[in-house]
C-alpha cells in the first residue's frame, strides 16, 4: 500500500507559512480588535478609534500579503485542477474582494449602525475566505 501523507517542500513551505501568517494577522486582528473594543471604551471614549487605527498599518499590511502570497498560491495551481476546485477558488476570490472593500467602506463610516454593519460584513467574509482557502488547500 502506498502513503500518499507526505510532508511539503521547502519552498511550499514558506509559500504556505506566509499565506497563513497574513491570514491570522487579517482574520485573528479583526476578531480581537472587536473583542476588545467595548473594554477600551471603559479606558477612554478615544481608545477603541486608537487602537482601530494602530490595527489599520498592520492590517492591511497583511492583505496585501495575502493577496501577494496568494498570487503565488495560484501560479503553483496545476492547469488540470478540478471544476470544483477552480468555483472555489473563483467564489474566494470574490469573497476576498468583498473583505477587503467591507473592510475600507468600516474605516470611512461615519454612523455608528453602518461602522458595526461593514466590520461585522469584513470580519464575516475575512473568516469565509479562511475557510475556502483551507478547502483549497485540501
Ligand atoms: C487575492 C487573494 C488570495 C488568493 C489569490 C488566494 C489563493 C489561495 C490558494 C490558491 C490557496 C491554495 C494553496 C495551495 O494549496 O497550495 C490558498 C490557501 C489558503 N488561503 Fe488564500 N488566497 C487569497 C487570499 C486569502 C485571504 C484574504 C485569506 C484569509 C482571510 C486566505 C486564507 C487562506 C488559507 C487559510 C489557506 C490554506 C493554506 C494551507 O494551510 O494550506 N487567503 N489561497
Redo the contacts with the bound molecule.
Keep these: 500500500m502506498t502513503n500518499s501523507v507526505h510532508l511539503a517542500s521547502a519552498i511550499?513551505s514558506i509559500r504556505?507559512s506566509l499565506?497563513?501568517f497574513g491570514?491570522c494577522i487579517?482574520?485573528g486582528g479583526q476578531f480581537t480588535l472587536a473583542a476588545l473594543v467595548p473594554l477600551l471604551r471603559k479606558v477612554s471614549p478615544d481608545a477603541p478609534k486608537a487602537a482601530a487605527r494602530g490595527f489599520n498599518k498592520v492590517g492591511w499590511a497583511a492583505?496585501a500579503a495575502?493577496?501577494i502570497t496568494?498570487?503565488w498560491?495560484?501560479s503553483?495551481?496545476p492547469s488540470d485542477a478540478s471544476a470544483g476546485y477552480q468555483r472555489v477558488?473563483g467564489a474566494?476570490?470574490m469573497i476576498?474582494l468583498l473583505?477587503g472593500v467591507a473592510a475600507f467602506v468600516h474605516t470611512r463610516a461615519k454612523t455608528s449602525k453602518s461602522i458595526a454593519i461593514w466590520g461585522s460584513i469584513s470580519g464575516l467574509t475575512?473568516l469565509l475566505?479562511?475557510y475556502l482557502?483551507?478547502l483549497?488547500?485540501?
Design positions: 511550499d504556505l499565506h497563513v491570514a487579517w482574520v492583505f495575502l493577496v496568494g498570487a498560491n495560484m503553483k495551481v477558488l474566494k476570490m476576498v473583505s475575512a475566505a479562511m482557502g483551507v483549497l488547500a485540501g
